[in-house]
């Protein structure tokens, strides 16, 4: 089993839509919760990042983490054309010196305009 | 602010010739340093990480090395490639100094091998 598993998609909605992208995990030590998006050839880049269970909303997006069920998401709302990329989920649990990041296969996103 | 630079941005190489990317991190101390693979479609694996000046952990026997010369300094490397060394290399950080735990990516480098 997969340390992380992520839909790879393709999700493609209409401009304005709300777009709902998740992860589940199966170890229950992680406590760090990113979300990445990486455009066509670029380096993923770092949207979202949260600290254990909760919500956080920074602008159109919103991460929730729900540590009982193991389970990640990533609502975009009112999405538009230029959100169109893959997401990569990632997670990792604290350690003094060295973090290893665990990270979905990602999931590409289109926008219809 | 802290950036963080790889080059060359892309790279077409014969199989068994050499290779060396280098990645450089600006604006933080003693972070930690990763090299991924990226293939076609499919997800990040973890190829080498750093803690410090010269200690290296690999993650995945290959036919590629890493090496630390700098405390800022990550660069990756093969002395003959391969066809399967093909892929997109991304270089990444983390902070050690505080108790966040965000990592961040540079551009990357498309590599070919034909």
């Known amino acids: 089993q997969k340390e992380v598993e992520q839909d790879p998609g393709p999700l493609s909605v209409p401009e304005g839509a709300i777009v709902s992208l998740n992860c589940t995990y199966s170890?229950?030590?992680?406590?760090?919760f990113m979300w990445y998006r990486q455009y066509s050839r670029k380096g993923p880049e770092l949207l979202m990042y949260t600290y254990s269970s909760g919500n956080k909303e920074d602008g159109r997006f919103t991460a929730q983490v729900d540590k009982s069920s193991k389970y990640i998401s990533l609502f975009i709302r009112d999405s538009q054309p230029s959100d169109s990329a893959t997401y990569l989920c990632a997670m990792s649990a604290y350690q003094y010196n060295f973090n290893k990041f665990y990270f979905g296969s990602g999931t590409k996103l289109n926008v219809k305009p | 602010s802290q950036t963080i630079h790889q080059w060359p941005a892309t790279l077409v190489q014969p199989v068994g010739s050499p290779l060396s990317l280098e990645c450089t991190v600006e604006?933080?101390?003693?972070?930690?340093l990763y090299w991924y693979r990226q293939a076609a479609g499919r997800g990040l694996q973890l190829l080498f990480y750093?803690?410090?000046?010269?200690?290296i952990s690999s993650e995945v026997p290959q036919n590629l090395s890493a090496s630390r010369p700098q405390d800022r300094q990550f660069i990756l490397s093969s002395k003959k490639l391969l066809l399967s060394d093909s892929g997109f290399y991304l270089c990444?950080?983390?902070?050690?100094?505080?108790?966040?735990?965000?990592?961040?990516f540079g551009p990357g480098t498309r590599l070919t091998v034909l």
């Open positions: 604006g933080t101390s003693n972070p930690n």
């Open positions: 170890n229950s030590a992680f406590q760090y």
């Open positions: 750093s803690v410090g000046i010269g200690q």
């Open positions: 990444a950080w983390r902070e050690t100094s505080g108790r966040t735990n965000e990592q961040f």
